[in-house]
T-cell receptor, first 113, second 115 residues
Framework: TQLLEQSPQFLSIQEGENLTVYCNSSSVFSSLQWYRQEPGEGPVLLVTVVTGGEVKKLKRLTFQFGDARKDSSLHITAAQPGDTGLYLCAGGGRGSTLGRLYFGRGTQLTVWP | NAGVTQTPKFQVLKTGQSMTLQCAQDMNHEYMSWYRQDPGMGLRLIHYSVGAGITDQGEVPNGYNVSRSTTEDFPLRLLSAAPSQTSVYFC??????????????FGEGSWLTVV
């Protein structure tokens, strides 16, 4: 059972286009994280959101946590080839499950010059 | 900063062989975990530890053992390798960052092939 569903699974766009990746769940998480992973490397944390409705911006990337803390979105403005990679969302546990993450299957983004 | 260090980077095993994937972190993190990543499956938790001497199972623990004798080290043991364990393995460590949730740092991965 996949706790977090990401969509789309694959995304191929031209440089300069905007895109949104979605991460949805029926479960409530204490935090929601977004990672970017490049081939041959481990995931690297982009952002953590912890408050329902929270919006965080990281240059051209905008992250939003749903009001009910069950879903999140990642929006990239004016995508660049350097944005190419696997984007993973992950929900964080709390209490006895602190330190555990539940990952979505990822969105493979390719940005063509 | 070394961060999370995994060894070996690549390993080929024959079915039935045993081996240990090593993981060490130098950030004094309480929490450590092992994930495996398979195509189209994302990362799945194998085992995790909330501190020295404490371990627990994740989503896919069968065929793997762990121990946490020190804060720094969290080795993953494959007792009798099977082709289904061919995967990329990631070790991760984290600390409780209060209202910021968990901040988790990953190693660079270990590519394991079981033939």
């Amino acid at each position: 059972t996949q706790l977090l569903e990401q969509s789309p699974q694959f995304l191929s766009i031209q440089e300069g286009e905007n895109l949104t990746v979605y991460c949805n769940s029926s479960s409530v998480f204490s935090s929601l994280q977004w990672y970017r992973q490049e081939p041959g490397e481990g995931p690297v944390l982009l952002v953590t959101v912890v408050t329902g409705g929270e919006v965080k911006k990281l240059k051209r990337l905008t992250f939003q946590f749903g009001d009910a803390r069950k879903d999140s979105s990642l929006h990239i403005t004016a995508a660049q080839p350097g944005d190419t990679g696997l984007y993973l969302c992950a929900g964080g546990g709390r209490g006895s499950t602190l330190g555990r993450l539940y990952f979505g299957r990822g969105t493979q983004l390719t940005v063509w010059p | 900063n070394a961060g999370v260090t995994q060894t070996p980077k690549f390993q080929v095993l024959k079915t039935g062989q045993s081996m240990t994937l090593q993981c060490a972190q130098d950030m004094n993190h309480e929490y450590m975990s092992w994930y495996r990543q398979d195509p189209g499956m994302g990362l799945r938790l194998i085992h995790y530890s909330v501190g020295a001497g404490i371990t627990d199972q994740g989503e896919v623990p069968n065929g793997y053992n762990v121990s946490r004798s020190t804060t720094e080290d969290f080795p993953l043991r494959l007792l009798s390798a099977a082709p289904s364990q061919t995967s990329v393995y990631f070790c991760a460590s984290s600390y409780s960052s209060g209202n910021s949730g968990n901040t988790i740092y990953f190693g660079e991965g270990s590519w394991l092939t079981v033939v």
